[in-house]
C-alpha cells in the first residue's frame, strides 16, 4: 500500500505547491548575469526561473508560497524583488464630450436672438463634401495631420502598438501592418481579441483610402506587440517582455495605451534600455483623474493628457508634472476590432495621437527621443485656462513639427 500510495501523494502535493505559486520579478546586478547564476541560486529556494530578459538584469521565477521575499533578497546578487502581478492596464473613459447638451430654454433663446451658436455642440456640424475630408477624424484634423503629410507621413519610421494586439486584417490597417508578436500567447500572431489595441492603431496610422478613417501617419509601419489579454488584462512582466520586443527589433517609436498604479524595478530598467537605444516611447497618462499612471511616469515616457472638442481637459484625465503634451481623447472615432469603426475615449486614445505625431517628427529628420520630445514641445500651444500640469507643453501642430 505504501508504495502505491506514495506516487499519488507525490504528484497531489507537487499539484498543491503549483497552484499556490507565486510570480516575481527578480532584479539582480549586472556582475552576476553570466554563468546562471542567479537561476541556481533561486533554483537553491526551492523557485524556478520561467522567462529570462535579454536587456535588463531581471528574470521571472515562480516560488512556492512558503518562499518569501525576504529569503529572495538573501541570494547573492539579488537587488529587487516585485511582485509579477495581473491586473487591468486598460480603462475605457465613458465616450461622452464633456461639453453638455443645451437645454431646451436655452436653444429657443439661441433661435430668438442668434446667439450662442458658436458653442461646439452646434460649431461641430460642418457642411463637408470632400471624401478626403470626411475620411479624417476630429482628433486628427485638431492636430493639422494633413498638413503635415506632404512632409512624408511617416513613411518608414517603425511604430510599435504595445497593446491587446491588433486586427491586422481590417482594411485601414491591413496596408501599413508589417509584424509583430504576441507575448501572452508566446506566438508572432498578435491578433487583437479585445479591440482596444485595433482602436489605438488606427489613430497612429490607418491608410488615407478616402474610406473609414486616416491617422497622423497614414505612411507609417505599424508593428503589432500583443501584452494584454481579452480582458484587458496583463502580468507586469509582459509589458516588459513586450517593450524588449520592440526595441530588439529597432523600433522607432512605441505607444503604450495603458498604465498601472505602480512601477516595477524591471520595469524602469526598460524604459531606460529604451531610450538608449534610440527608441520614443509615448504612454497614457491614465483616466482615473489622478496623478500620472505607471509607466507614462518614468522620465524617459512621453505622456500624454487628454483633451476633448473644445480644448478642455478631459474630466478623467490623469495630470501632474511629467505630463508633456495633451492631445484630443473624447469621442475619438477610429478602427474596431472586426472591421468598420467605433468610438472611444480615455488618454488611450490621446496618446495615439502623439505617437503618430512622433512618427511623423521621426520621418522629418528628428534623430532620438530627446529629439523628438524637443520637437514635439516647439510645435506645441498651450491651450487656453489649463495649467502645465493638465497639458504639458500644450496641443501639437504637426505642420510645424515637420516644417
Same mark, same amino acid.
Given at each position: 500500500?505504501? !508504495?502505491?500510495?506514495?506516487?499519488?501523494?507525490?504528484?497531489?502535493?507537487?499539484?498543491?505547491?503549483?497552484? /499556490?505559486?507565486?510570480?516575481?520579478?527578480?532584479?539582480?546586478?549586472?556582475?552576476?548575469?553570466?554563468?546562471?547564476?542567479?537561476?541556481?541560486?533561486?533554483?537553491?529556494?526551492?523557485?524556478?526561473?520561467?522567462?529570462?530578459?535579454?536587456?535588463?538584469?531581471?528574470?521571472?521565477?515562480?516560488?512556492?508560497?512558503?518562499?518569501?521575499?525576504?529569503?529572495?533578497?538573501?541570494?547573492?546578487?539579488?537587488?529587487?524583488?516585485?511582485?509579477?502581478?495581473?491586473? #487591468?492596464?486598460?480603462?475605457?473613459?465613458?465616450?461622452?464630450?464633456?461639453?453638455?447638451?443645451?437645454?431646451?430654454?436655452?436653444?429657443?433663446?439661441?433661435?430668438?436672438?442668434? &446667439?450662442?451658436? &458658436?458653442?461646439?455642440?452646434?460649431?461641430?456640424?460642418?457642411?463637408?463634401?470632400?471624401?478626403?475630408?470626411? &475620411?479624417?477624424?476630429?482628433?486628427?484634423?485638431?492636430?493639422?495631420?494633413?498638413?503635415?503629410?506632404?512632409?512624408?507621413?511617416?513613411?518608414?519610421?517603425?511604430?510599435?502598438?504595445?497593446?491587446?494586439?491588433?486586427?491586422?486584417? *481590417?482594411?485601414?490597417?491591413?496596408p501599413n501592418y508589417k509584424g509583430g508578436y504576441n507575448i501572452v500567447a508566446d506566438n508572432d500572431n498578435p491578433m487583437d481579441d479585445?479591440?482596444?489595441?485595433? *482602436?489605438?492603431?488606427?489613430?497612429?496610422?490607418?491608410?488615407?483610402?478616402?474610406?473609414?478613417?486616416?491617422g497622423i501617419a497614414p505612411k507609417a509601419d505599424l508593428y503589432a506587440v500583443k501584452v494584454l489579454d481579452k480582458n484587458g488584462s496583463g502580468q507586469y512582466s509582459w509589458i516588459v517582455a513586450g517593450i524588449e520586443?520592440?526595441?530588439? *527589433?529597432?523600433?522607432?517609436?512605441?505607444?503604450?495605451?495603458?498604465?498601472?498604479?505602480?512601477?516595477?524595478?524591471?520595469?524602469?530598467?526598460?524604459?531606460?534600455?529604451?531610450?538608449?537605444?534610440?527608441?520614443?516611447?509615448?504612454?497614457?497618462?491614465?483616466?482615473? /483623474?489622478?496623478?500620472?499612471?505607471?509607466?507614462? !511616469?518614468?522620465?524617459? $515616457?512621453?505622456?500624454?493628457?487628454?483633451?476633448?472638442?473644445?480644448?478642455?481637459?478631459?474630466?478623467?484625465?490623469?495630470?501632474?508634472?511629467?505630463? $508633456?503634451?495633451?492631445?484630443?481623447?473624447?469621442?475619438?472615432?477610429?478602427?474596431?476590432?472586426?472591421?468598420?469603426?467605433?468610438?472611444?475615449?480615455?488618454?488611450?486614445?490621446?496618446?495615439? *495621437?502623439?505617437?503618430?505625431? $512622433?512618427?511623423?517628427?521621426?520621418?522629418?529628420?528628428?534623430?532620438?527621443?530627446? $529629439?523628438?520630445?524637443?520637437?514635439? #514641445?516647439?510645435?506645441?500651444?498651450?491651450?487656453?485656462?489649463?495649467?502645465?500640469?493638465?497639458?504639458?507643453?500644450?496641443?501639437?501642430?504637426?505642420?510645424?513639427?515637420?516644417?
Open positions: 500500500m505504501r !508504495k502505491l500510495f506514495g506516487p499519488l501523494a507525490a504528484l497531489l502535493l507537487a499539484t498543491a505547491v503549483s497552484a /499556490s505559486a507565486s510570480q516575481k520579478i527578480v532584479s539582480f546586478d549586472p556582475a552576476y548575469k553570466g554563468g546562471n547564476i542567479i537561476e541556481k541560486g533561486i533554483e537553491g529556494i526551492g523557485g524556478k526561473v520561467t522567462r529570462k530578459f535579454t536587456l535588463i538584469d531581471a528574470v521571472v521565477a515562480s516560488f512556492p508560497d512558503d518562499v518569501k521575499d525576504a529569503s529572495i533578497y538573501t541570494l547573492k546578487g539579488v537587488t529587487h524583488v516585485d511582485e509579477d502581478r495581473y491586473i #487591468k492596464w486598460i480603462e475605457e473613459a465613458p465616450s461622452m464630450n464633456s461639453v453638455q447638451l443645451p437645454s431646451v430654454e436655452s436653444v429657443l433663446n439661441m433661435v430668438r436672438t442668434g &446667439e450662442g451658436w &458658436e458653442a461646439p455642440v452646434f460649431g461641430e456640424i460642418k457642411a463637408d463634401t470632400d471624401p478626403a475630408q470626411k &475620411e479624417i477624424p476630429w482628433g486628427v484634423r485638431r492636430v493639422n495631420a494633413a498638413a503635415a503629410w506632404d512632409y512624408g507621413a511617416g513613411k518608414g519610421v517603425k511604430v510599435a502598438i504595445v497593446d491587446t494586439g491588433m486586427d491586422y486584417t *481590417h482594411p485601414d490597417l491591413a479585445q479591440g482596444h489595441g485595433t *482602436h489605438v492603431s488606427g489613430t497612429i496610422g490607418a491608410v488615407q483610402d478616402l474610406k473609414g478613417v486616416v520586443w520592440a526595441v530588439n *527589433h529597432h523600433m522607432d517609436v512605441i505607444n503604450m495605451s495603458l498604465g498601472g498604479g505602480s512601477g516595477t524595478d524591471a520595469l524602469k530598467q526598460v524604459m531606460t534600455k529604451a531610450k538608449e537605444a534610440g527608441v520614443t516611447v509615448v504612454c497614457a497618462a491614465g483616466n482615473d /483623474s489622478g496623478p500620472v499612471n505607471y509607466p507614462a !511616469k518614468y522620465p524617459e $515616457a512621453i505622456a500624454v493628457s487628454a483633451s476633448d472638442s473644445s480644448d478642455k481637459l478631459a474630466y478623467f484625465s490623469s495630470r501632474g508634472a511629467e505630463i $508633456a503634451v495633451i492631445a484630443p481623447g473624447v469621442s475619438v472615432y477610429s478602427t474596431r476590432k472586426g472591421g468598420g469603426f467605433t468610438t472611444m475615449s480615455g488618454t488611450s486614445m490621446a496618446s495615439p *495621437h502623439v505617437a503618430g505625431l $512622433a512618427a511623423l517628427a521621426v520621418g522629418a529628420g528628428a534623430k532620438g527621443p530627446d $529629439a523628438v520630445r524637443a520637437a514635439l #514641445k516647439a510645435a506645441a500651444t498651450p491651450l487656453p485656462g489649463l495649467t502645465p500640469a493638465e497639458q504639458g507643453a500644450g496641443l501639437v501642430d504637426a505642420f510645424k513639427l515637420v516644417r
